[in-house]
């Protein structure tokens, strides 16, 4: 936009979210959305199909805007974790973004499930994601507007790609590669404990119990702390590492000082299978399977494995030694 110059009208601009002016141009540049394009007096259209995020913003109208906050604040009164409400309030909108002026409380079962199709079948969304867009959806009608909204039996995507796991003599294979005593930590509270690389990375040295064998992870995906059960060899292999790096407020910090990254802790667990000469790609659940199958092998019940994993009653005072059985890690330590 191009106007003689008037600081009154400049004032206007520079209350247009989004207005940027260039000196080059001499001129204004404000967001193509639908209501400026009115403003204007300028025909209306479809917004452009590839924006950056930031931008998805311009075109949610003041009635979802406040649909989203009105979600975060339902998020945080249920102590989601702020990752999750990142991510659930980016998902849903992606859909206000295509409603345009349109009010997503008007939605309607059969206009969701469209949606969620179109999302599929056009847009190619992978399972992991349309698990987050379908709970960020469903956590919208259901907690601000008091509606179920997905239709009955609607059936959730699922993962074809199977979760791959590491065998005793590959863990094994590790532990006897890897020298950098950072890496062998983190690769075995990742093995025994089943977290989140997130997690991980937000781990504080004082959530660490190596007396009691136990460590504590803060707002977990459910928003609550849970307490997880450490094997003597993971206590010994932290209790080395924490004497070497001596961090100070994270368990796993970076040269900075600050958490480690998540980045940074995918490389360690990638580092460490290469140290091992291990080609399979493995993440953080694998890991996590690959605990609860040494598990099994070694006769534990299903209940124990979930308390272990901190998907029981933490509070439940496990004694897996007993009746000759032991934690994997103690046995390839023993």
């Known amino acids: 936009m191009k106007f003689p110059a008037n600081a009154e009208w400049d004032k206007h601009m520079k209350a247009v979210e989004g207005a940027q002016f260039s000196k080059q141009l001499k001129g204004w540049h404000i967001p193509d959305t639908a209501e400026n394009r009115r403003k204007c007096g300028l025909p209306v259209t479809e917004p452009p199909q590839h924006v950056s995020q930031k ?58 499930s469209s949606y969620l199709l179109y999302c599929i079948e056009e847009l190619g969304v992978k399972d992991h994601q349309m698990h987050l867009r379908v709970n960020a959806i469903k956590f919208y009608f259901q907690e601000v507007t008091n509606r179920d909204i997905l239709p009955v039996g609607f059936s959730r995507p699922r993962n ?24 062998k930590a983190i690769v075995s509270l990742a093995y025994s404990v089943g977290i989140r690389v997130s997690d991980i990375s937000t781990v504080r040295v004082s959530d660490v119990d190596l007396k009691g064998n136990k460590v504590t992870i803060r707002k977990t995906a459910s928003g609550k702390d849970k307490v997880f ?64 199958e040494h598990l099994k092998e070694q006769g534990a019940d299903l209940d124990v494995i979930r308390q272990m994993l901190g998907h029981g009653k933490v509070e439940a005072k496990l004694d897996f030694k007993s009746g000759g059985k032991k934690w994997p890690l103690d046995i390839l330590y023993n």
């Open 160 to 183: 074809k790609s199977e979760v791959k796991s590491l065998s005793d003599s590959d863990l094994s294979k590790i532990f006897e590669a890897v020298d950098n005593a950072k890496y």
């Open 229 to 292: 059960n450490l094997s003597k060899s993971d206590a010994a292999v932290l209790a080395k590492y924490l004497k070497e790096f001596k961090p100070e407020k994270y368990l796993f910090e970076g040269a900075d000082g600050g958490a480690y990254s998540i980045r940074s802790i995918q490389h360690a667990l990638k580092s460490s299978l290469q140290s091992a000469r291990i080609r399979k790609k493995i993440n953080t659940p694998g890991l996590s399977k690959s605990f609860e």
């Open 55 to 112: 931008k998805k913003e311009w075109f949610v109208n003041d009635a979802n805007n406040k649909a989203l906050d009105d979600m975060v604040k339902a998020m945080k009164k249920k102590k989601y974790s702020d990752n999750t409400i990142r991510i659930y309030r980016m998902e849903l909108l992606q859909l206000m973004y295509l409603l345009g002026q349109n009010p997503i409380n008007k939605l309607n079962t059969k206009q969701v």
